[in-house]
């Protein structure tokens, strides 16, 4: 998967009962594809990935695979309570048709390195699908060094890209120092 031009990490909707509206997520993605994207990021932070439920989740992929209709890839964002249920949605993506992940730690717990590198390492680990981490330690209370960065990548070699939101734009220019 190539991480290269814009690639929205796109909301969740729902109908007037609260259930996910997946012909509006479907036709929302293809739009959004047809105008430029060049993929659709499913569950992110703002797509309540971190409070669907498994099933939610899926209906949320397929609906935006259905969308995508083979155009651009649909990466799916991993963000669970625990690693074994971040394993499991990772490897369930993966079977649904995903192009890639983008990996999360879990979003409750704050965790040292040794515990945050763990956890990454389960889900990069879980399927050979291309993994871009999400570094958000504002809201996630986790912060991935660029060092940390970099030992990721060198043992993980489907760890491609890194979503930085930690308020410092010297940051990517630090991982990019290191990683090239």
């Known amino acids: 998967m190539k991480w290269t031009g814009v690639m929205p990490a796109i909301t969740t909707c729902f109908d007037a009962s609260l259930n996910v509206d997946s012909a509006f997520v479907a036709e929302h993605s293809a739009w959004m594809l047809d105008n430029g994207c060049t993929a659709i990021i499913a569950l992110g932070s ?34 669970a309570l625990s690693t074994a249920e971040a394993v499991k949605f990772a490897k369930a993506a993966a079977a649904k048709g995903c192009g890639g992940l983008m990996v999360l730690p879990p979003y409750v717990y704050r965790g040292d390195w040794r515990e945050m590198k763990a956890h990454v390492s389960a889900v990069m680990k879980a399927t050979p699908l291309s993994c871009m981490l999400y570094n958000n330690p504002i809201s996630y209370g986790t912060d991935f060094l660029p060092e940390q ?32």
Do not use: W, Y
């Not at 989740?57 to 964002?77: F, R, T, Y």
């Not at 970099?150 to 308020?167: P, Q, R, T």
């Open 46 to 79: 703002l797509g309540e990935g971190a409070t669907l439920s498994f099933d939610e989740k899926l209906q949320v992929i397929d609906a935006c695979m259905k969308g995508a209709n083979g155009k651009a890839p649909v990466v799916a964002s991993v963000s």
């Open 149 to 180: 960065i970099l030992e990721l990548a060198n043992e993980h070699s489907n760890l491609h890209a890194v979503k930085d939101s930690c308020a410092d734009a010297r940051r990517v220019t630090a991982i990019r120092a290191l990683a090239g």
